[in-house]
């Protein structure tokens, strides 16, 4: 009887048994697969929306802080002075800024575009200025530097350009699709209103980062500026 039983444990597995084991096996294996890739998953959501911030963020101060900088330059012969704005487009703009000038005793302006591009990045681009005589600056023909500041924006949408114009009463100046606002309407912007959506996670699992602010121009005695 003891011989007996000793041979039964000896045996092994029996085949269901076996079968029993490597399923609850497959369900635990399942079971942690899964969590690894939700885990997995939503850290990179979550990284991806924090990316999307971070570049809208960024990318917001850096236009603010050139707009609102923004200044007419006097030009030789004539006695309206140049508007702040050479191109004011609903997704380009073209403009002289005076950056840091308490920095410097003979501060000089530079040329500044901000430019969507084919790969929806937004690019800054700088030009240099130069003396034309005494109180007259011209700027150089080949830009300074450029630099992609904003990358995975929105396709455009004209419900939401990246820039809209208002003159000092509050009233919207647009520009025609893929043009600029006329020498007049440029000459009467008080203030501009940018908007970015930024998408850094190409999944599409999380919605887009929204950032939008409405600058003035306090050297043009319009100094309002709006957060949202």
Same mark, same amino acid.
């Given at each position: !009887?003891?011989?007996? /039983?000793?041979?039964?444990?000896?045996?092994?597995?029996?085949?269901?048994?076996?079968? #029993?084991? =490597?399923?609850?096996?497959?369900?635990?294996?399942?079971?942690?697969?899964? !969590?690894?890739?939700?885990?997995? +998953?939503?850290? /990179?959501?979550?990284?991806?929306?924090?990316?999307?911030?971070?570049?809208?963020? %960024?990318? =917001?101060?850096? @236009?603010?802080?050139?707009?609102?900088?923004?200044?007419?330059?006097?030009?030789?012969?004539?006695? *309206?002075?140049?508007? @702040?704005? %050479?191109?004011?487009?609903?997704?380009?703009?073209?403009?002289?800024?005076?950056?840091?000038?308490?920095?410097? #005793?003979?501060?000089?302006?530079? +040329?500044?575009?901000?430019?969507?591009?084919?790969?929806?990045?937004?690019?800054? %681009?700088?030009?240099?200025?130069?003396?034309?005589?005494?109180?007259?600056?011209?700027?150089?023909?080949?830009?300074?530097?450029?630099?992609?500041?904003?990358?995975?924006?929105?396709?455009?949408?004209?419900?939401?350009?990246?820039? $809209?114009?208002?003159?000092?009463?509050?009233?919207?100046?647009?520009?025609?699709?893929?043009?600029?606002?006329?020498?007049?309407? $440029?000459?009467?912007?008080?203030?501009?209103?940018?908007? =970015?959506? #930024?998408?850094?996670?190409?999944?599409? +699992?999380?919605?887009?980062?929204?950032?939008?602010?409405?600058?003035? *121009?306090?050297?043009?005695? @319009?100094?309002?500026?709006?957060?949202?």
């Amino acid at each position: !009887m003891i011989a007996r /039983s000793q041979n039964r444990r000896d045996s092994g597995l029996t085949l269901i048994e076996l079968l #029993v084991a =490597m399923g609850v096996s497959s369900i635990l294996i399942a079971l942690v697969a899964t !969590m690894f890739v939700t885990t997995s +998953r939503a850290f /990179s959501d979550q990284e991806g929306a924090t990316e999307s911030a971070r570049m809208a963020s %960024t990318a =917001m101060n850096e @236009v603010t802080r050139i707009v609102r900088a923004g200044t007419e330059l006097p030009e030789a012969g004539k006695t *309206l002075n140049l508007p @702040v704005f %050479t191109f004011a487009g609903a997704e380009k703009i073209d403009m002289a800024a005076f950056i840091d000038a308490e920095s410097s #005793v003979d501060p000089a302006p530079v +040329r500044v575009s901000f430019t969507r591009n084919a790969a929806n990045e937004l690019v800054e %681009t700088r030009w240099a200025a130069y003396r034309s005589g005494k109180i007259y600056w011209k700027f150089q023909s080949a830009a300074s530097s450029s630099r992609t500041i904003a990358r995975s924006l929105l396709a455009p949408d004209s419900s939401r350009p990246l820039f $809209r114009y208002f003159d000092k009463d509050g009233n919207a100046l647009t520009p025609a699709a893929g043009a600029s606002l006329t020498e007049d309407q $440029r000459r009467n912007i008080a203030s501009v209103q940018i908007s =970015m959506q #930024v998408q850094a996670n190409g999944s599409g +699992r999380t919605a887009p980062v929204a950032i939008q602010n409405v600058v003035g *121009l306090p050297n043009l005695g @319009v100094a309002r500026v709006e957060v949202k």
